[in-house]
């Protein structure tokens, strides 16, 4: 049987980032407290210490769906959301930038 894409371990985890894109809380959340966004998905202390390292491979490691990855990525890592010209909290792209 073929080892799922998502590890069950990992739901709250899959959770949060699945809100990136859908809950401007949870996206200011996450830059502005993240301490606080953790709080409100559950994540243990070692969890915690992927997503504080911005470690990709850390993060993966934790079993979340590989989709997921793309909404911390353009969320957090100011050089793709400044060449995709998007808006950290709302996942749109800004009006006079980019194509």
Do not use: C
């Amino acid at each position: 049987m073929a080892k799922p894409i998502t590890e069950p371990r990992a739901f709250h985890i899959n959770r949060m980032l699945q809100s990136i894109p859908h809950d401007p809380t949870v996206a200011m959340g996450l830059l502005t407290d993240p301490e606080a966004t953790y709080d409100r998905f559950g994540l243990s202390e070692a969890e915690r210490a992927a997503f504080r390292s911005g470690d990709a491979g850390a993060i993966r490691a934790l079993g979340i769906h590989p989709h997921l990855m793309m909404s911390w990525t353009l969320l957090t890592n100011e050089r793709v959301r400044n060449f995709l010209a998007i808006d950290p909290v709302h996942g749109a792209r800004l009006a006079g930038k980019g194509k």
